[in-house]
């Protein structure tokens, strides 16, 4: 069975840094692109990035390249995502994803970051 | 950056009826379309990838079609565990990037 499961998140002063994992299982991860999907509360769904097999190519959304890391460990069957200079503005749940064309087949429960003073 | 919009923001079906979401591209993106539908509290599951490939374990009821800009989701017989927000996304070009999203609820 296919599972991914974020962690790593939570309640993050702003203007911190915060970094999400994310544990795949059940599927030969060294074969897929991975990518990290937000939402806001209450909103639509906002793609971040994403990275592929040998993380030789990532690519971002423009506005978060510079506020937004993607790597994975192979060896670890593990996907991050590093957030620096967080706002308000990305609370949200972050969701670690499958890639497979061009779409998602297997998404993550999901992780809450809130940023707050 | 490609923009998505779904149409109706919102509807609601009776048990078997049919029911069409709309998704229209800023530009022509052959093809390269996914449906996604979330329900409450949960994470976006995957429907249909290339605009019309059922994806597996997917209700035969659910369909996709559409090519260029302008794209559609059917359900066939409306169900009460359809309920949820369906979104839309294209992945032909960076930034992938989703509708806003139809919530169907039933009548």
């Not at chain 1, 200079?85 to 998602?104: H, M, P, Q």
């Not at chain 2, 302008?70 to 992938?96: A, H, N, R, W």
């Amino acid at each position: 069975e296919v599972k991914l499961v974020e962690s790593g998140g939570g309640l993050v002063q702003p203007g911190r840094s915060l970094k999400l994992s994310c544990a795949a299982s059940g599927f030969n991860f060294n074969d897929y692109w991975m990518g990290w999907v937000r939402q806001a509360p209450g909103k639509g769904l906002e793609w971040i990035g994403e990275i592929n097999k040998d993380s030789s190519t990532i690519n971002y959304t423009p506005s978060l390249k510079d506020k937004f890391t993607i790597s994975r460990d192979n060896a670890q069957n593990t996907l991050y995502l590093q957030m620096s200079k967080l706002g308000s503005e990305d609370t949200a749940i972050y969701y670690c994803a499958r890639e497979v064309y061009g779409g998602f087949d297997y998404w993550g429960q999901g992780v809450m970051v809130t940023v707050s003073s | 950056d490609i923009q998505m919009t779904q149409s109706p923001a919102s509807l609601s079906a009776s048990l078997g009826e049919t029911v069409t979401i709309q998704c229209r591209a800023s530009e022509d993106i052959y093809s390269g379309l996914a449906w996604y539908q979330q329900k409450p509290g949960k994470s976006p599951q995957l429907l249909i990838y290339g605009a019309s490939s059922l994806q597996d374990g997917v209700p035969s009821r659910f369909s996709g079609s559409g090519s260029g800009t302008q794209y559609s989701l059917k359900i066939s017989s409306m169900q009460t565990e359809d309920e949820g927000v369906y979104f839309c996304q294209q992945g032909l070009k960076y930034p992938l990037t989703f509708g806003s999203g139809t919530k169907l609820e039933i009548k």
